[in-house]
């Protein structure tokens, strides 16, 4: 989930994206296991289809027939009541059925394998399992061996891909086209799935994205990668250069377990060099977006007074959140029923 | 009654003996009688090798038989037919077994199990430490008399510095080399894979080759001060190959073997497979310790290889079930089944003019001997000279051929290579003076 | 060979006022009229209907958008399109909503029309104005102002274009294997 600070809104408000009819045939994918290879026009589709479903979900009653008799099953095996609860309310206002399987209450902890399981779920009758595992790589295993749609919900340390949409359809409706501006991401990149995939999707649109972060949280090899392979960023150490002229920022969480993984010697100098705070933020351009992927450290990587900024723009964050995840749904399942191609060169 | 075999007609290729000609190759008995152009000889079963290249059986310093113990990944039956397949006749079977090979009893049992059940020639790699916890030293001169060529923790470096050091001094009074897998266990804490742009691609953790690096660089600083000798299992780095390059000058009693996807596979195997494509695969057969590295490394392990650095291949064969590597990448067994690959993956070398194929042969056999002074066990090994035992491979180094791990002789499937086509084939393997492996020759 | 039009801007006007006249005597007067234009070229329809209801009526009358993609089957005449966009409607509870199309084919999207309707709140009453119905239905859907009836066979390709959405105007059929041609 992000939270945003609140900006006066200018009279004159970007309009919403959906001016021009995107590209349809655009998604041609059954799974949905990453940004890393998503196109402009993709991304245009996507967030064109979000804001269609950000209407659905204004109505008094938000709910429609699209995904009636379909089957979505969402197989976590880590927690997150957030994530699971947004995918869930997806495919219930698109009518379909939504299961939750909880990998620890199942035969998983049984010692059933993810392929095992994958194919009982199928067998159950899923037509789209929503995978959310610790283990970076598990949703292509999966979708090797599934008939199924595979949407990955967060994979080790590798991937997000709706948080990252859900942040970019945000950002879209404050500051407009992000080609050009300037986005930076500060905190634990090398553990944020969620910042891997924003770096893709947002160097994909054209921002000028800089990672900010301690020489040990900075992936290795992002910096000076060879074309092609990693989005291409600026990795800039000290945050008071990185900030200047920021169109935004995104504070990522600074967990406890990196302080004891020797990654940061500790909250206080950590603190002191990267959290974001009303002085820095003055440095960034006026009317800066500040973005957090929840929950956030109030007096680590962000200051209680931004922080508390933040909160008001909750409720907004979760229907973009919602919204997101039922574009993707429906793209996902129209592309099965067309039976949709996959990219070429894949083995998905 | 004699049994006589002649191998005729095939380009006899003895690195040993500097010899490179066309020639016939006489066996008696299970021993090499005589290696000449044109021999006269009556009574004698003939193996046309025309067109074929004769080259004494191939020699592997690094094989993971995994028995006993762990026989549902390997036995010794099916780990040296596995060898015969690959031109393999003579595999050292390191001690990683449960129970470990860290006494008399179980050495013998391997050898007992070889004789009877065994394709090719088993020697044994006794462990440096009891049940290889890397505590106190195993009781080396027992398993030197029971038939040990080296000792090793293999699968486990040995962490502690002293206990190695220990372990060098001690062994060189059995006048064996103690082969450790180098790597620093804290730096290569969790990783799965090399770390590089590669690693951070997949969201895996990686191990920095300064890892591997320091324990090499460890271990040669506690040969030279003993002046004990130390082999350096499958190394993969640039620096560790430049580390070995230094100390050899220096006089340091050091050796190294690489393995064949050292000198071929980088980390991208890892991401996209060994066919190569766009999507990412997340190829758990390629999850191997130490781990595919980068093009760089590549590189510099052939560099290491052709200018005699590294002194033999060696392919670290290391079977698994097939729901070992069929999961998540974090939970994969780490190994590559290797051994009948090897050959076919390293003409690669050849074919790309890094090497020529007397050399590639050389650090297959005789180098690989001469690591390990494996002549000091069995006279005449890795050569073909008159009197060695008839260990004898045949090859058709042009022969196109599809990686199919559902034909391995081998229980272990877990090779990257499936679907990949290789040039260079082992034709034929002689082992004991019995066709151990033969795939396609006319026997007239 | 272009086709010869079967409606031509004149005849499309005409029809235009006619069902606007139609509309208002059916209904006695303009009171609790909705207009809501079915994606894409109802919309402009619904607009040109009202406006031309505002000139004799001298009332302003609200016109919505209603896009149906989430509500079609996989028959639905329109085929499987992805691109789904906003609907924008005016309050319909208690409302008489004339629901208003190009050309009345199976009956499938009005159908569609139909749920969603009911689903944004409960109209009074619900009235269908097409400009062309070309037969063939599947389902006892009936327009109750029609511009045009124009008989087709299952293969031709009715085409309506509008000026607001195609830069032209004409109402033509294209037989069988020519609309293949042409698409």
Sequence with gaps: ?348 | MTDRLIIRNGRVIDPAAHHDRVADVLVEDGRIVSVAPDLNVEGAREMDARGLVVAPGFVDLHTHLRDPGLEYKEDIASGTRAAARGGFTTVCAMPNTVPAMDSRSIVEYVLREAAARGSVRVLPIGAVSKERAGRELAELGDLAAAGCVAFSDDGAPVHDAMLMRRALEYASTFDLPIIDHCEDESLAHDAVMHEGWVSTRLGLRGAPSAGEEAAVMRDIALAEATGAHVHIAHISTRGAVAAVRAAKARGVRVTAEVTPHHLTLTDEVVAYGALGGEGLVYETNAKVNPPLRSQDDVDACVVGLVDGTIDCIATDHAPHAITEKLCEFDEAAFGISGLETAFGLCMRLVHGGALPLPALIERMTAGAVRALRLDRHVAGIGTLAAGAPAEIVLLDPTADWLVDPERFASKGKNTPLAGVTLRGAVVATISGGRTAHEHEVAVV | MPEANIMSPADIRRAIVRIAHEIVEHNRGTQDLVFVGMRTRGVPLAQRIAAAITEFEHEQLPVGTLDVGLYRDDLTERGSSVNIQPSDLPDVAGKRVVLCDDVLYTGRTVRAALDALIDFGRPERIQLAVLVDRGHRELPIRADFVGKNIPTSRGDDVQVRLGETDGEEYVRVAAGEEAEALR
């Design chain 1, 1 to 348: 989930m992000t939270i945003r600070a609140p900006q006066p809104r200018p009279t004159d408000a970007p309009a919403p994206l959906t001016t021009s009819d995107a590209d349809e045939s655009a998604w041609q994918r059954r799974h949905l296991l990453d940004l890393d290879d998503v196109s402009v026009d993709e991304l245009d589709l996507v967030l064109q289809t979000a804001d269609t479903m950000k209407e659905v979900l204004s109505r008094e009653v938000p709910r429609v027939p699209a995904l009636r008799g379909t089957t979505i099953m969402t197989l976590f095996y880590e927690n997150s009541t957030r994530t699971r609860a947004s995918f869930e309310l997806a495919g219930k206002v698109l009518g379909a059925d939504v299961i939750n399987v909880s990998a620890s209450a199942s035969s998983v902890s049984k010692g059933e394998s993810l392929i095992d399981t994958v194919k009982t779920l199928q067998a159950v009758g899923a037509d789209v399992i929503v995978l959310r595992h610790n283990r970076s790589g598990a949703p292509y295993l999966a979708a090797r061996h599934a008939r199924c749609s595979i949407i990955n919900a967060g994979d080790g340390l590798h991937a997000h891909p709706t948080q990252a949409l859900l942040d970019l359809l945000t950002i879209r409706s404050r500051i407009g086209d992000v080609r050009g501006k300037r986005v930076v991401i500060v905190g634990d990149v090398l553990h944020s799935r969620v910042a891997r995939s924003n770096l893709w999707s947002l160097t994909a649109l054209g921002a000028d994205v800089t990672v900010c972060a301690p020489r040990t949280l900075v992936p290795v090899g992002l910096e000076h990668a060879p074309e092609g392979t990693l989005p291409p960023v600026r990795v800039e150490i000290d945050l008071d250069r990185a900030i200047v002229g920021a169109d935004v920022v995104m504070a990522l969480r600074m967990q406890h377990e990196r302080m004891q993984g020797g990654f940061v010697p500790g909250v206080r100098e950590y603190s002191r060099l990267y959290q974001i705070n009303a002085a820095r933020l003055a440095r960034a351009k006026p009317g800066a977006l500040v973005l957090h992927p929840g929950p956030m450290n109030e007096g680590v990587e962000i200051s209680h007074e931004v922080a508390h900024g933040l909160q008001s723009h909750v409720e907004e964050q979760v229907t973009n959140g919602v919204a997101v995840r039922m574009a993707v749904l429906w793209l996902i399942t129209r592309t099965l029923s067309r039976g949709g191609r996959l990219p070429a060169g894949s083995a998905l």
